[in-house]
T-cell receptor, first 112, second 111 residues
């Protein structure tokens, strides 16, 4: 069975500071891993995905994530937060022949 | 391309009423999904489909039904609405298991 945990339901950073959102997963098969972003009253949009190519994945809006198999982690980072990054972020996992499983989400607040 | 569209955007139901949430995609995707999103709980899979005529239960299917008569449409049916079904419902589609495209959601309240 697959599962996803996201440490911290709410993270606050100052504008210009490093953003680090944590994701750990469990999967019995080699996983595909995803980060999605959800702005208020909207659906989810894909930020980036890992599908067994490069372990460091670059996404949209300056975000990137690194797949670490030994730590079963896929943390999301951005060097410098912008006010427009304030949103809910979801980590998800999918394996061969298996459906997507989402984490509970982390709400990111960016303080001026 | 409109992508994934959902109707209605908002709905208030009384306990025991029925309704259908509509979902349509114009990307010719085989995979389609219905999720519900409760505050602080992430997304839970209700039903999914891997192609026209094929549907299967997800994690929380009780109280819901689906059908998939065409590639484009994947309606979700609530037969006897209960307060526990108050949630935001998202439909998604995918070409394969590497990326999902989400609709804008339907906010449902059952009173």
């Amino acid at each position: 069975a697959q599962s996803v945990t996201q440490l911290g339901s709410h993270v606050s950073v100052s504008e210009g500071a490093l953003v680090l959102l944590r994701c750990n997963y469990s999967s019995s098969v080699p996983p595909y891993l995803f980060w999605y972003v959800q702005y208020p009253n909207q659906g989810l949009q894909l930020l980036l995905k890992y599908t067994s190519a490069a372990t460091l994945v670059k996404g949209i809006n300056g975000f990137e994530a690194e797949f670490k198999k030994s730590e079963t982690s896929f943390h999301l980072t951005k060097p410098s937060a912008h006010m427009s990054d304030a949103a809910e972020y979801f980590c998800a996992v999918s394996g061969y022949g298996q459906n997507f499983v989402f984490g509970p989400g982390t709400r990111l607040s960016v303080l001026p | 391309n409109a992508g994934v569209t959902q109707t209605p955007k908002f709905r208030i139901l009384k306990i025991g009423q029925s309704m259908t949430l509509q979902c349509t995609q114009d990307m010719n995707h085989n995979y389609m999904y219905w999720y519900r999103q409760d505050p602080g709980m992430g997304l839970k899979l209700i039903y999914y489909s891997v192609g026209a005529g094929i549907t299967d239960k997800g994690e929380v299917p009780n109280g819901y039904n689906v059908s998939r008569s065409t590639t484009e449409d994947f309606p979700l049916r609530l037969e006897l609405a209960a307060p526990s079904q108050t949630s935001v419902y998202f439909c998604a589609s995918a070409e394969d298991r590497q990326r999902q495209f989400f609709g804008p959601g339907t906010r449902l309240t059952v009173l």
